[in-house]
């Protein structure tokens, strides 16, 4: 199994749309988790951090959910500018290292 | 303006040459990363380096070699040995200590091998 995993899409939603993606994470000693955005050949930019009690920014809404080992990420409303690759990412401290594992991405298009 | 900056943004070489790629941040980050991705996958780490003069092996170092001589500057070297060089090539950093801090990354080298 895959330390994270994500379902690559893409994921072809018409604008104003709400749309939800999950990412799986088999560490449970795994300690803090992000969303990222990446736009088509540019470097991932941080979208938000994933708190234990959820957290919002605007639009979107990230989850965690420790038990069944995911998070998640809500658009509402969707723009057409939100057409990207959104990856998570998990961190954990092993050994006085910090271990960082992406996941491979959701794809994004949202449509007109 | 404090960031990450990365050069050259395209790079060319033959086959055989060795190639180094630039990374500096001026975030006062301790901790410093490379990563690799090819088209359609995900972000392969390839070294990471917690402190100055420190670093350590990720995931797919073979055929690569870095060093930390300052906490500005972490330069990627890509050598002959690495099969597959071809890639784009992304520098991060972050804070570092006993928690999990978030990643920034610089803008990437797309470097192309022939």
């Known amino acids: 199994r895959k330390e994270v995993e994500q379902d690559p899409g893409p994921f072809n939603v018409p604008e104003g749309a709400t749309v939800a993606f999950n990412c799986t994470y088999s560490?449970?000693?795994?300690?803090?988790f992000f969303w990222y955005r990446q736009d088509c050949r540019k470097e991932p930019k941080l979208l938000m951090s994933?708190?234990?009690s959820g957290n919002e920014d605007g639009r979107f809404t990230a989850q965690l959910n420790r038990a069944s080992q995911y998070i998640s990420l809500l658009i509402r409303d969707s723009k057409l500018s939100d057409s990207a690759t959104y990856l998570c990412?998990?961190?954990?401290?092993?050994?006085?290292?910090?271990?960082?594992?992406f996941g491979t991405g959701t794809k994004l298009q949202v449509i007109p | 303006d404090g960031g990450i900056t990365q050069s050259p943004k395209y790079l060319f070489r033959k086959e055989g040459q060795n190639v180094t790629l630039s990374c500096e941040q001026n975030?006062?980050?301790?901790?410093m990363y490379w990563y690799r991705q090819d088209p359609g996958q995900g972000l392969r780490l390839i070294y990471y380096?917690?402190?100055?003069?420190?670093?350590q092996k990720g995931d797919i170092a073979e055929g690569y070699s870095v060093s930390r001589e300052k906490k500005e500057s972490f330069p990627l070297t890509v050598t002959s040995a690495q099969k597959n060089p071809t890639a784009f090539y992304l520098c991060?950093?972050?804070?570092?200590?006993?928690?999990?801090?978030?990643?920034?990354f610089g803008p990437g080298t797309r470097l192309t091998v022939t």
């Open positions: 991060a950093s972050s804070i570092s200590g006993t928690g999990s801090y978030e990643q920034y």
């Open positions: 560490n449970s000693a795994s300690q803090s």
């Open positions: 994933v708190y234990s």
């Open positions: 990412v998990v961190n954990w401290v092993s050994g006085g290292y910090q271990k960082v594992t």
């Open positions: 975030l006062n980050h301790d901790a």
């Open positions: 380096s917690q402190i100055v003069n420190d670093f």
